[in-house]
C-alpha cells in the first residue's frame, strides 16, 4: 500500500509571495499523481494530475507539480499567491491499476493580505 | 448540470441504529468510491466500485458495507454505527480509467456525528 506524506499541516504565506506545498510518496512503482484542493464547506476539486510524459505539469490558475521520480516527489508550487488560493489543499496517488487512491493529510494554505 | 450527490448533509444519530448515507452521479460514470476525513489523517478510502455488482474494501472498511446496484447509486451502509465512525464522509465518481480520464468528482459530504 502506499503512504502519501504532507509534512506541513499549515502554510501561512502573504498575498503576491511564492509558495510551495510538499508532498511524497512511499512507493517507486509507476503511480498517478494527483492534486485536489478543497475550499471551505465543500468537496475536493481536482487542481492538476500527472499521468505520463512531462514532469511538470500546470493547472489552469497558475499552480504548477513537479513529478520527482527518483525522490518520489510531487511538490505544489505557485510564483504568486492571491488571497482567494486560502484552502486546503491534498495530494493523492493511485497506482497504475487505479483501483485505490491514497491521500495525504492536507496542509492548509493561508494566504494572508 | 454534471453532479456527485449525497443525502443526507448532516446526521446526528445514536451507537448502533443502522443508517444509509446515499449517493448519485448524473454522468454516467462507471467509478465510485467512498472515503471519509477525518482532521489531520486526510482522506482515507472506505469502498469503490468499479461498475455495477463490482465493488472492493479501501483502506478502511470495517463497519461498513456498500451495494452497486445500479450505475447511478452507489449507498454507504452503516449496520450498526458506533462513535469511532463520526466523520465527514465524501462520495467521489469518475469515468473508468482506460478511458484515460482520471479526475474524480466529489460530492459536497455528508457529516455524521454517532453519539
Known amino acids: 500500500a502506499q503512504s502519501v506524506t504532507q509534512l506541513d499541516s499549515q502554510v501561512p504565506v502573504f498575498e503576491e509571495a511564492p509558495v510551495e506545498l510538499r508532498c511524497n510518496y512511499s512507493s517507486s512503482v509507476s503511480v498517478y499523481l494527483f492534486w485536489y484542493v478543497q475550499y471551505p464547506n465543500q468537496g475536493l476539486q481536482l487542481l492538476l494530475k500527472?499521468?505520463?510524459?512531462?514532469?511538470l505539469v500546470e493547472s489552469i490558475n497558475g499552480f504548477e507539480a513537479e513529478f520527482n521520480k527518483s525522490q518520489t516527489s510531487f511538490h505544489l508550487r505557485k510564483p504568486s499567491v492571491h488571497i482567494s488560493d486560502t484552502a486546503e489543499y491534498f495530494c493523492?496517488?493511485?497506482?497504475?491499476?487505479?483501483?485505490?487512491?491514497?491521500f495525504g493529510s492536507g496542509t492548509k494554505l493561508n494566504v494572508k493580505p | 448540470e454534471a453532479q456527485v450527490t449525497q443525502n443526507p448533509r448532516y446526521l446526528i444519530t445514536v451507537t448502533g441504529k443502522k443508517l444509509t448515507v446515499t449517493c448519485s452521479q448524473n454522468?454516467?460514470?462507471?467509478?465510485m468510491s467512498w472515503y471519509r476525513q477525518d482532521p489531520g489523517l486526510g482522506l482515507r478510502q472506505i469502498y469503490y466500485s468499479m461498475n455495477v455488482e463490482v465493488t472492493d474494501k479501501g483502506d478502511v472498511p470495517e463497519g461498513y458495507k456498500v451495494s452497486r446496484k445500479e450505475k447511478r447509486n452507489f449507498p454507504l451502509i452503516l449496520e450498526s454505527p458506533s462513535p469511532n465512525q463520526t466523520s465527514l464522509y465524501f462520495c467521489a465518481s469518475s469515468l473508468y480509467p482506460a478511458s484515460g480520464s482520471y479526475e474524480q468528482y466529489f460530492g459536497p459530504g455528508t457529516r455524521l456525528t454517532v453519539t
Open positions: 493523492a496517488v493511485s497506482e497504475h491499476n487505479f483501483n485505490k487512491f491514497y
Open positions: 454522468m454516467n460514470h462507471e467509478y
Open positions: 500527472y499521468l505520463s510524459g512531462s514532469t
